[in-house]
């Protein structure tokens, strides 16, 4: 994997797209991922985007923006009096397409100094996406942010399967990610598990039973719809559909994540909610 220091001029993206009715804002200390070659990289809908690959293989690159907490600074109250204007208020995805705790964090600390910077200055909201165990390392920091700002820990866990058959192993394994969040929410941090995207599972009682003990809500989202075409084609380019179709043909289908959504709210009523609304924080119990 090749790993450079870059420098950004504006860390603050306004939202458009998918995320628009999200934050007013997204935030990317790295550019490419280096779970690209894991099991959450194959369906990345990010590798799509050419702009940002510049024909780099989606795993094979990431870019460290080390100047991401001092551009957060710089540009924080410009972007604050633009977002409670235009949005309502001033809020931040980290992030959308670079999980914030990629391994080499632990020796830039380019997220961790971002964190520290939003504690001095806070958004009115902050949605905190990552993939990765890893993120148990920051929870003091995080739950210091949270006294700050509208805080929600999104932590993904596809699956309730340690492996899939023809894909490659988990970043971090489902058992890591599902204590890191039960540490979370003991901790006081408002957490949600996101299922996303949904793959096909093996018992879902026990799964969304183990999930309502780790967390606060569930999102649950498929390929359809969740990769930003409203029949999953991007995701139909890469592997994962067949991989899907190989255990459970039916699980590739869009009714199969309505089925799971009724599993779900079994163990975690009015805290389940599908696609966009769950990333947005809409539940139909507030959190």
């Known amino acids: 994997?090749?790993?450079?220091?870059?420098?950004?001029?504006?860390?603050?993206?306004?939202?458009?797209?998918?995320?628009?009715?999200?934050t007013s804002h997204s935030v990317q200390p790295y550019q490419g991922c280096s779970f690209g070659n894991s099991l959450?990289?194959?369906?990345?809908?990010?590798?799509?985007?050419?702009?940002l690959t510049r024909g780099r293989p989606w795993g094979s690159f990431l870019e460290v923006r080390e100047n991401a907490a001092e551009s957060y600074r710089e540009h924080y109250e410009r972007e604050c009096r633009w977002a409670r204007i235009a949005r309502?208020?001033?809020?931040?995805?980290?992030?959308?397409?670079?999980?914030?705790?990629?391994?080499?964090e632990a020796r830039y600390g380019v997220t961790q100094r971002l964190l520290a910077a939003m504690c001095a200055h806070p958004?009115?909201?902050?949605?905190?996406?990552?993939?990765?165990?890893?993120?148990?390392?920051?929870?003091?920091?995080?739950a210091s942010l949270a006294e700050r700002t509208e805080l929600r820990l999104?932590?993904?866990?596809?699956?309730?399967?340690?492996?899939?058959?023809?894909?490659?192993?988990?970043?971090?394994?489902?058992?890591?990610?599902?204590?890191?969040?039960?540490?979370?929410k003991d901790g006081g941090i408002r957490t949600v598990v996101t299922v996303s995207p949904l793959l096909p599972l093996e018992d879902p009682d026990a799964?969304?039973?183990?999930?309502?003990e780790a967390a606060d809500a569930v999102v649950l989202d498929h390929f359809i719809e969740g990769d930003g075409t409203p029949d999953g084609r991007r995701t139909r380019q890469t592997g994962l559909v067949g991989a899907i179709e190989g255990l459970d043909p039916k699980a590739a289908e869009l009714a199969?994540?309505?089925?799971?959504?009724?599993?779900?709210?079994?163990?975690?009523?009015?805290?389940?909610a599908i696609g966009i609304d769950g990333f947005a924080g809409r539940f139909p119990d507030s959190l």
């Open 1 to 22: 994997m090749s790993t450079t220091l870059t420098r950004i001029k504006n860390v603050l993206t306004r939202t458009s797209g998918y995320l628009r009715t999200v």
């Open 40 to 51: 959450c990289g194959v369906g990345c809908y990010v590798q799509h985007n050419g702009h």
């Open 88 to 104: 309502g208020k001033f809020s931040i995805f980290l992030s959308s397409s670079t999980d914030p705790f990629v391994p080499q």
């Open 123 to 142: 958004p009115d909201e902050l949605v905190l996406q990552t993939h990765s165990h890893r993120v148990a390392d920051y929870l003091e920091l995080i």
């Open 154 to 184: 999104h932590l993904s866990i596809e699956t309730d399967r340690e492996a899939i058959p023809g894909l490659p192993p988990h970043a971090s394994s489902v058992g890591d990610r599902l204590a890191t969040a039960r540490r979370a």
């Open 207 to 212: 799964f969304f039973a183990r999930i309502a």
């Open 256 to 272: 199969y994540r309505d089925q799971m959504a009724r599993v779900a709210q079994r163990y975690l009523p009015g805290r389940v």
